[in-house]
């Protein structure tokens, strides 16, 4: 099976050696991503909903550059939360960013994530 690796200016540069996304068949391997401003590299400003939100426009960002729609196409999404008590706040953005049938998805709590972010979450899609 082919690979091919996915970039996106909308979203932030990869920060070690991976892709973005990588498209095998007509799946779609979304890398973490964390509440980075596509534009300054720099961590966004704002609360935890903030952050989330940023989250998922980076991965949106990466899921259009391989010609799928985050909301409409994602199979599973796991979400890494320095503090799960934020596991509410990730529901509430969630709730705002994709309809039903939602997405798989896992939550679990780590020690820590690149660049202190609060927040990272990655992506499986199935490309149209």
Do not use: W
């Not at 799960?84 to 049938?101: C, G, I, T, Y």
């Amino acid at each position: 099976m082919k690979r091919a690796a996915i970039h996106s200016s909308q979203a932030p540069d990869a920060i070690g050696a991976y892709s973005q996304a990588v498209v095998a068949g007509d799946l779609c391997f979304v890398s973490g991503q964390i509440p980075l401003d596509p534009g300054t590299g720099e961590l966004v400003a704002g609360g935890m909903a903030d952050q989330i939100r940023q989250v998922f426009k980076n991965l949106a960002a990466v899921a259009r550059a391989a010609g799928a729609d985050l909301s409409r196409d994602a199979v599973k999404i796991t979400v890494y939360l320095v503090d799960l008590s934020h596991f509410a706040r990730v529901n509430e953005v969630m709730s705002e960013m994709f309809a039903e049938p939602f997405p798989a998805r896992a939550a679990v709590e780590v020690a820590g994530l690149p660049k202190g972010a609060r927040v990272e979450a990655d992506a499986v899609l199935v490309i149209p």
